[in-house]
C-alpha cells in the first residue's frame, strides 16, 4: 500500500512538472509585420535592414508638440543621426535648433543646416573644438560665434576654450554644465560655478556665455523612497539655484539659455512652472525599447532592425543532439533555431512572436541564431524584426534607412557619418 501510495504521489508531481512546462509563444507575423515582411521579401535586396514608420514618427511626433505646447524643442542629434531624418522632424517640428554630441557630425550639421543653432550635449577637448574650425569651410556662411555653443563643465575646460578663443582670434560661446542631481559631471554647486564666472568676468577671455544646462534622467528612475514629483521638485530647485547664482555675474545674458528635459523627462516639463525655456528631445521620437515606461506610454515604436532567415533547423545544440526530442516536448520554444543575416545587435526580437536569442548557444555578429516554435511559421528568405534598445548608435550601423509610409516603401535616408 505505502508503495502504490509512493508511485501514484510521482506520477502525480510528475504530472504536475510536466504540466508546468512551457507554454508555446510562437505566432506568425502580425498583419503589419507580414505586410512589411512580404515587402522586404520583393524590395529588401536581401540583406539586414534598418526601418522607420513615417506614420508612428509622425504621431509621436504630434504628440511631442501637444505635450509641450509653446516650450521650443531642441532636437537631440545622437539619437536621430540621420540628414534626411533630421531634416523632415525640422521641419515638420518647426524646429532649427540641434543638440550634437560628436565633431564630425556637427561639421555635418553646419553644412546640412546652414541657419541652425548647434549647443554641444557633452564638453568636448578643446582639441575636438579646435578640428571644427578647422573643418569648416568658409563658404557656407556659417557663423560659430553665433550658431555654435560649446559645453563647459569645469574651470580648467573654462580655461581651454578661452585659450582656443584667444588662438582662434574670435569669440566662443559657452553653455555651462550644472549637476542638478543625475551626479555625472558639470559644476557641482551654484557656489563652484560661481566662482568660476567671477574669475572669467575679470580676464580678457573671449568667451561669451549664452546660458546652463542640466540633464534630469534621474527623475524618471527615482527611487521608490522618493516620489517622481518630489525628484523633479528637488532638480528644478537646483537648476533655480544655479540661475540665481549666474544672474549675479556680469557675464550673464539678458536672455540667457535655460536647457534641460530629455526623451525620459520631456513630458513632466509641458507646464511653464519649471526653469527652462527649451527642452531637448531625440528618443522619444523613434521609442526604441530602451524607453519605454509609462511617461512615453502612448509614444509608438517606430524603428524597426528586419534580418533576412538564413536557415531554419531543428533546435538542437552541439554534443546535446540526442536530448533534442525531449528538449522540445519540454520547451516547443525550441523546437527550431533560425539563423539571420548579421546579429548581435543591442535589439529584442519582437516579431514574429515567440523568438528569442539562444543562451545555449551564444550570440553572433555574423549569423544570429534565434530560437522559435514551428508556430512561427518561418521559412528561409523570410524577415524578422528586431526592436533596437536604442536609436543613438544604431541609426550608423547600416548603409541607409527604409522609410515606410501607409503599408509601402517610400525611400531611403542616409546616416550621419562618424568620421
Given at each position: 500500500m505505502r508503495r502504490r501510495t509512493l508511485l501514484g504521489l510521482g506520477a502525480i508531481g510528475a504530472l504536475g512538472l510536466w504540466t508546468a512546462r512551457p507554454r508555446d509563444h510562437g505566432r506568425p507575423h502580425d498583419a503589419y509585420f507580414a505586410r512589411l515582411n512580404e515587402l522586404l521579401r520583393l524590395e529588401g535586396g536581401g540583406i539586414p535592414q534598418l526601418v522607420i514608420d513615417l506614420d508612428r514618427l509622425d504621431a509621436n511626433a504630434d504628440l511631442l508638440v501637444s505635450r509641450l505646447g509653446q516650450r521650443p524643442l531642441r532636437l537631440v542629434t545622437k539619437s536621430l543621426a540621420c540628414g534626411g531624418l533630421l531634416d523632415y522632424l525640422a521641419r515638420r517640428l518647426s524646429c532649427t535648433r540641434f543638440m550634437v554630441f560628436h565633431q564630425p557630425q556637427l561639421n555635418q550639421l553646419a553644412r546640412l543646416f546652414p541657419n541652425a543653432d548647434l549647443l554641444l550635449g557633452k564638453?568636448?577637448?578643446?582639441?575636438?573644438?579646435?578640428?571644427?574650425?578647422?573643418?569648416?569651410?568658409?563658404?557656407?556662411?556659417?557663423?560659430?560665434?553665433?550658431?555654435?555653443?560649446?559645453?563647459?563643465?569645469?574651470?580648467?575646460?573654462?580655461?581651454?576654450?578661452?585659450?582656443?578663443?584667444?588662438?582662434?582670434?574670435?569669440?566662443?560661446?559657452?553653455?555651462?554644465?550644472?549637476?542638478?542631481?543625475?551626479?555625472?559631471?558639470?559644476?557641482?554647486?551654484?557656489?563652484?560655478?560661481?566662482?568660476?564666472?567671477?574669475?572669467?568676468?575679470?580676464?580678457?577671455?573671449?568667451?561669451?556665455?549664452?546660458?546652463?544646462?542640466?540633464?534630469?534622467?534621474?527623475?524618471?528612475?527615482?527611487?521608490?523612497?522618493?516620489?517622481?514629483?518630489?525628484?523633479?521638485?528637488?532638480?528644478?530647485?537646483?537648476?533655480?539655484?544655479?540661475?540665481?547664482?549666474?544672474?549675479?555675474?556680469?557675464?550673464?545674458?539678458?536672455?540667457?539659455?535655460?536647457?534641460?528635459?530629455?526623451?525620459?523627462?520631456?513630458?513632466?516639463?509641458?507646464?511653464?512652472?519649471?526653469?527652462?525655456?527649451?527642452?531637448?528631445?531625440?528618443?522619444?521620437?523613434?521609442?526604441?525599447?530602451?524607453?519605454?515606461?509609462?511617461?512615453?506610454?502612448?509614444?509608438?515604436?517606430?524603428?524597426?532592425?528586419?534580418?533576412?532567415?538564413?536557415?531554419?533547423?531543428?533546435?538542437?545544440?552541439?554534443?546535446?543532439?540526442?536530448?533534442?526530442?525531449?528538449?522540445?516536448?519540454?520547451?516547443?520554444?525550441?523546437?527550431?533555431a533560425h539563423y539571420l543575416y548579421g546579429g548581435n545587435w543591442q535589439a529584442e526580437p519582437v516579431s514574429p512572436a515567440g523568438l528569442a536569442y539562444d543562451s545555449l548557444y551564444g550570440r553572433s555578429a555574423n549569423q544570429e541564431r534565434l530560437i522559435g516554435s514551428r508556430a512561427t511559421k518561418l521559412a528561409v528568405d523570410d524577415w524578422v524584426f528586431l526592436r533596437p534598445m536604442q536609436s543613438e548608435g544604431t541609426l550608423g550601423d547600416f548603409a541607409d534607412l527604409r522609410l515606410l509610409r501607409r503599408g509601402s516603401l517610400v525611400g531611403r535616408w542616409s546616416p550621419l557619418g562618424l568620421t
Open positions: 564638453p568636448l577637448p578643446a582639441a575636438a573644438a579646435l578640428a571644427f574650425y578647422q573643418q569648416l569651410p568658409r563658404h557656407l556662411g556659417f557663423e560659430p560665434s553665433r550658431q555654435v555653443t560649446w559645453l563647459v563643465d569645469s574651470p580648467q575646460r573654462l580655461q581651454e576654450y578661452a585659450e582656443l578663443g584667444r588662438a582662434l582670434g574670435q569669440p566662443l560661446q559657452v553653455a555651462l554644465e550644472i549637476d542638478i542631481g543625475l551626479a555625472r559631471g558639470g559644476f557641482p554647486t551654484p557656489e563652484a560655478m560661481g566662482s568660476a564666472l567671477q574669475h572669467f568676468a575679470n580676464s580678457q577671455s573671449l568667451l561669451q556665455l549664452r546660458g546652463l544646462m542640466g540633464y534630469d534622467a534621474q527623475v524618471a528612475h527615482a527611487p521608490f523612497w522618493v516620489s517622481r514629483a518630489k525628484a523633479l521638485d528637488e532638480s528644478n530647485a537646483r537648476y533655480q539655484a544655479f540661475i540665481h547664482a549666474a544672474q549675479a555675474s556680469p557675464l550673464w545674458p539678458q536672455a540667457p539659455l535655460l536647457n534641460g528635459g530629455g526623451s525620459q523627462t520631456y513630458p513632466l516639463h509641458g507646464d511653464s512652472s519649471g526653469p527652462l525655456n527649451e527642452i531637448a528631445v531625440g528618443s522619444a521620437l523613434l521609442k526604441p525599447a530602451g524607453f519605454d515606461s509609462d511617461l512615453l506610454k502612448e509614444h509608438q515604436p517606430a524603428l524597426w532592425i528586419a534580418a533576412p532567415v538564413l536557415k531554419v533547423l531543428d533546435g538542437a545544440l552541439p554534443y546535446l543532439e540526442g536530448t533534442q526530442a525531449l528538449a522540445q516536448g519540454w520547451n516547443p520554444n525550441r523546437q527550431r
